[in-house]
């Protein structure tokens, strides 16, 4: 096996089935949908044959008084099950509070609960992460998110390093060719897949 390891960084509220999560195990199973869909896409562009998933979960897990929000708290208390070995690879779950080049350093106010409740600064740390883990040479990136925002980052990180092995937009609801830019992105090298 490689020392290397697949990336999964997966926009949390935007790729999971039930929207509406009333507790504990409506979490738990959203969770096990996209672990299961992640897995599954992970092994099809695993041409490296890395047997390692680091499934990195962003969302608004913080709000501006640095505590956990309560979906934080359940998602956490599901990690440890997350834990697993699925079609060969072992899953390494996180829930994701601070930069993968500055790990600890937590960053605040990722959820705002004024107004309206919303999410800060999620899409920014994704695309700081997958350019981060881009700059290692062994990693295979998966960027799980329907959300057209990313485009930008996958264009710019199409740049740094082959896409057709090591870069892929992985979608849940959208099929290739249905979002605006998805030709540009095909220009790229970039390969869009659905799970």
Request: glycine share 6%; charged share 25%; net charge positive.
């Amino acid at each position: 096996m490689s020392d290397g390891v697949i990336c999964a960084l997966v926009d949390y509220d935007n790729v999971k089935q039930l929207r509406r999560e009333r507790n504990r195990e409506d979490v738990s199973v959203n969770l096990f949908e996209i672990l299961e869909a992640v897995t599954r896409c992970a092994v099809a562009v695993n041409v490296a044959r890395n047997d390692r998933l680091l499934l990195r979960l962003y969302g608004g897990w913080i709000d501006m008084a640095s505590r956990e929000t309560l979906l934080a708290t359940w998602i956490k208390s599901e990690i440890p099950r997350l834990r697993t070995r699925r079609y060969g690879i072992r899953v390494a779950p996180s829930l994701v509070t601070s930069l993968s080049i500055r790990p600890g350093s937590n960053l605040v106010g990722t959820y705002r609960s004024a107004d309206e409740p919303a999410q800060k600064m999620v899409d920014a740390m994704l695309s700081a992460d997958a350019f981060h883990f881009l700059q290692l040479g062994d990693t295979v990136l998966l960027v799980v998110s329907d959300d057209d925002d990313f485009v930008p980052m996958l264009v710019a990180g199409s740049s740094m390093r082959d896409p057709r092995h090591c870069l892929f937009l992985v979608r849940r609801s959208k099929q290739p060719g249905a979002a605006p830019n998805d030709g540009l992105l095909s220009t790229c090298g970039l390969r869009i897949l659905t799970c």
